[in-house]
C-alpha cells in the first residue's frame, strides 16, 4: 500500500471514530402568557339598531369586543370600525363572539341611523351589535364601567377613547387595545381566539 493511501485509510478510520455530537433538539416553544384579568365588564342596558333592547345579558357566556363610536366621526371612527369589520372576518370561525359598537351620539345615532351605519361598512347583524340609549348611561359606560375617556361634545366632534376592549365567557375584561394600530388589533384577534377556543 502506498504511503498517500495508508495516510488516507487512516484519517478515514480516525474520522469514522469521532463521537459525533447528535443535533440539538428544537428549543420549546414558550406557552403564551394568561391574558389579565381586569375585572368584570359592567351591566348595561341600551338599544340595538333594530330597536331592540340589548345589554350584557345578551352577551353572557360569549367572548365579545366592544368599542365606542359615533357615525357623525370625521376623525378615527371610521378607521375604527374598519378594524372591527376586520376582526369579524378574521374572526369568523371563532363560536359565539360577538362585536358591540356603542355610539357616544346618542342623540343623532338613532337605531335607524346605527342601521345605515352598520350596513356602510359590512357589519353582520347576527354578530355585530350597534347601540345606542340615554347619553348618561353610555357615559357611565364608557368611562366608570369600562374606564375609557369620553369628552364633552365640541363641534360636532365627541373626543372619546380609541381603545376595543375585550371580554371573556365569564364578564371579566381580559385587554385593552388601540384600534387605529394594525399590531394591536392583530394582537387582539390572537387573544379572542385564545379565549373563543373551546
Not at 18 to 27: G, L, M, T, V
Not at 73 to 102: K, N, P, Y
Not at 182 to 197: S, T
Request: net charge negative.
Amino acid at each position: 500500500m502506498s504511503r498517500v493511501a495508508l495516510v488516507a485509510a487512516l484519517a478515514f478510520l480516525i474520522g469514522c471514530g469521532e463521537d459525533r455530537a447528535a443535533p440539538s433538539p428544537a428549543p420549546l416553544a414558550t406557552p403564551p402568557a394568561e391574558l389579565p384579568r381586569l375585572g368584570q365588564a359592567p351591566d348595561f342596558r341600551l338599544v340595538d339598531q333594530d330597536g331592540r333592547p340589548s345589554g350584557r345579558a345578551e352577551l353572557a357566556g360569549r367572548v365579545w369586543i366592544a368599542d365606542f363610536v359615533f357615525t357623525n366621526c370625521a376623525g378615527i371612527c371610521w378607521t375604527m370600525t374598519a378594524a372591527m369589520r376586520q376582526l369579524q372576518d378574521q374572526l369568523s370561525g371563532v363560536e359565539g363572539l360577538r362585536f358591540v359598537s356603542v355610539s357616544v351620539d346618542p342623540e343623532r345615532d338613532t337605531p335607524e341611523r346605527l342601521t345605515w351605519y352598520a350596513g356602510k361598512h359590512g357589519a353582520d347583524p347576527a354578530r355585530w351589535r350597534f347601540l345606542t340609549g340615554e347619553r348618561d348611561a353610555i357615559r357611565r359606560l364608557s368611562h366608570e364601567g369600562f374606564h375609557l375617556a369620553i369628552g364633552e361634545p365640541a363641534d360636532g366632534d365627541i373626543p372619546h377613547s380609541s381603545r376595543f376592549v375585550l371580554v371573556d365567557r365569564e364578564g371579566e375584561i381580559r385587554g385593552y387595545y388601540d384600534g387605529t394600530d394594525g399590531a394591536e388589533v392583530d394582537r387582539l384577534a390572537a387573544d379572542a381566539r385564545r379565549l373563543g377556543a373551546p
